[in-house]
Each structure stands twice: as C-alpha cells, then as structure tokens.
C-alpha cells in the first residue's frame, strides 16, 4: 500500500496528514491545535486558549464587525483499538492505491479540520477586508465526556455576551457521496439509569425473596410499547432503547436483589426531557416498582430553520457538486447542541460517516479538497456581496 512520501499534496491534505499523524486520543490534543493556531495567527486571527480541566479549546476570531460565523470541530479522536487490526497504523496516514485518505481521524473529524483551515486562508487571501466575522472553536472533548470542551467554551462565550450567529460544525454528515446531507439539527439525548430493588434468595424457594428481574420486565416492556409521539417535519418520532441490563450473583441457583437497566430517549421538539421523565416514572409506578432512577440530559433537541446559513451551505454543495443535498436531523449528538444554545444557526457538514469509529477509518482524499471547495463557497454567499445565490 503506497505511502503519500513521493506523491504531490493539496495544501488541505498536507494538513490533514499532519493532523492524523499525531494520536490524539481523547482529552489529548497532542499538538493539533498548535498547529491550527500557526495558520490562523498568521491569517491574523486573534487567538485565545481556552483550557478546561485537561482539556485544551481555542477560540480565535478575525475580524471586527458583522455577523459572525465560525467553524467548530474537534481534534480528540477515539481509541483505535488493537494496531495489529488495522491494515495501516492508525496514527500513520496515508493514500492507499484507490485514494483513500487511511487513518484515525480521517473522517472523524481530522479532516474536516484541514479543510476550513485552507477554505479560510483562501478565502481571506481572495477578501482580506471581507464583511463579517470569521471564528474558530475548537476542542479535544467531543469524543469524552464533552463536559470541559465545547461546552465550557460556550458558557465562557455566553458570560462575555459574545455574538455567534453562524457555525458549521464539520462532522461527517455525507452518507452516499460528499455534500449529500447536511445535518440542520439533532434530536435530543436523554439517558436514565433504573435500579430495581428485589430480595436476594434461593430460586428454590421463591415465596422467600422477590425477584427484580420478574417486576422490571412488565414495565420495561410497557416503556418500550409506549407511543411517545409522532415526530414532526423535521425529526422522526421519539424512540426508547434499552441498551444494558445487568443483575444477578453469576449463580444459576440465586435470585437476584437488583437489577439495572442502561436506556436512552433520543427525542424529538414534539416533547420536552421533563415530560419524558414524568411519563417514565409514571409507568413505573404504575407497576409498583421499588427503584431509583438517575437522569442523565445528554443535550436538547435543536433545528437550524431555513434561513442565511442553511441557504448559503445548500448554495456551495450545490455550486462546487453539482448536486443539491438533502437536510436531515438524524444520527446522534454532536457539540452543535452547545452551540446551538447561543441562538446561532449551526449545519453540520462533512465527508462520508461510512468508516467513522471504526478500524482502517478512511475518507477519499479528493473529498478533503472539495469539501475545502464548498467551506469556501459558503463564506463567500454569506460574507460577499452580489454572489450570494
């Protein structure tokens, strides 16, 4: 498999080969952001660091009046598991023979990264006085907890009042080809932690104890069958997973005393995380349950309308593919869901998802420079005057 040594690169795929050779696994940057920083700074770019915790954020902004659009993503990338899985290092890029970018964080979101990064310099190159303002927000803690990243950030931001009013997160949206998807919003998360209280015994002599396991699954099953709602134009209806169970001695002979259950909601607007709450519990107590249940609210539901940014995103995936692209709400969270806090429109739009997480992540490096392409167009609809379409 060829390595990239002798090959002529892109500006875009330079960077995003120097971005994936550093193992940045999560809350780690490993240097990725210093890197960013260089090219910013030098752009002009007024710089901030923005450390949390272990975590390492920048916030850097170019200019000094108008609307304000910044890209966000994330330099942490997830464990690559066992190297001896993978057919290349994860943490040494290369082009293979069919032009596959190869490498952990190649999709999720290295890429991305390299491509706003040459959008920009362009793009100020082209527009040195341009109108608007041009930011980056940038994190190691999407992938972790995403408790000391984005958004921390946003809370910072949101203390000094500063304005956002455009963000393109560069997650990888694209399913079938680049640019076929852009993500104008997400469902809400909502998980919860059930603990069923029984009495432990022998199985021998049931009429002795209770068994958590027999009380839970009457409801659970009523959870599962529960309609919650409908939906909407703009986000399937909500669903309910369980996604572990755990009770039991390891014994085949012994009653449990409790049982957990792991679920999640991901939800749409048609209901709030407090009527979820209200109606779990409610259908719990219904079947006289003895239990605690721990709420966890992973992020709201939101929806970018079609307006300036959602225009402008469909205009550049247009204009540089020649394809118009679908909208959609689908998928899991993302930091969008900080940011979209702040009032600002935020589209999510990146290369194929096909590969993400997984071992011999890749991305086609010819999509790296389109997607440069229409980061590009999309500044220049929103931050230019009479090419706007």
């Not at 710089?47 to 009046?65: K, Q, T, Y």
């Not at 219904?286 to 079609?306: I, K, S, V």
């Not at 204009?319 to 979209?340: C, N, V």
Request: aromatic share 6%.
């Amino acid at each position: 498999m060829p390595t990239t040594e002798s090959q002529a690169l892109s500006p875009t795929l330079e960077l995003a080969i120097d971005l994936l050779a550093r193992p940045s696994v999560t809350p780690d940057d490993e240097g990725c952001q210093a890197l960013m920083i260089e090219r910013l700074a030098a752009l002009g770019f007024h710089i901030e660091r923005l450390p949390f915790g272990e975590v390492d954020n920048f916030w850097a902004v170019r200019g000094h009046h108008g609307p304000v659009l910044a890209f966000a993503g994330h330099t942490d990338v997830v464990p690559s598991g066992p190297h001896t899985n993978w057919e290349t290092p994860p943490f040494a890029p290369c082009i293979d023979a069919d032009g596959m970018l190869r490498g952990r964080g190649a999709a999720d979101m290295k890429g991305s990264l390299a491509a706003m990064v040459t959008a920009v310099e362009r793009f100020v190159a082209a527009h040195p006085d341009h109108h608007g303002k041009l930011a980056f927000l940038i994190t190691s803690d999407e992938e972790g907890p995403a408790v000391d990243g984005t958004r921390a950030v946003v809370e910072h931001l949101r203390e000094r009042h500063e304005r956002l009013d455009y963000c393109i997160v560069g997650e990888p949206s694209s399913s079938e080809r680049l640019g076929d998807v852009i993500k104008n919003g997400r469902r809400g998360s909502l998980g919860g932690v059930l603990h069923v209280k029984g009495r432990q015994g022998h199985v021998a002599y049931p009429q002795l104890a209770t068994n958590p396991i027999h009380a839970a699954i009457p409801a659970l099953d009523a959870l599962v069958r529960e309609h919650w709602d409908d939906g909407n134009t703009f986000f399937p209806a909500t669903s309910f997973q369980v996604s572990n169970l755990r009770a039991g001695t390891g014994a085949t002979n012994v009653i449990p005393g409790e049982l957990e259950a792991v679920f999640n909601f991901r939800y749409s607007t048609e209901v709030t995380h407090e009527q979820l709450r209200a109606r779990t519990e409610a259908i719990l107590d219904a079947h006289g349950l003895d239990y605690r249940l721990d709420w966890t609210l992973n992020g709201e539901p939101f929806l970018t309308a079609e307006g300036e940014l959602v225009k402008a995103t469909i205009g550049g995936v247009e204009a540089i593919t020649g394809q118009r692209p679908a909208l959609s709400t689908s998928g899991g969270t993302s930091d969008g869901r900080f940011i979209a806090t702040l009032g600002s429109q935020v589209v999510e739009l990146g290369p194929l998802n096909a590969t993400i997480h997984q071992v011999n992540e890749r991305v086609r490096a010819a999509d790296l420079d389109t997607l440069s392409d229409i980061y590009e167009a999309i500044l220049v609809r929103l931050f230019t005057s009479g090419e706007a379409s």
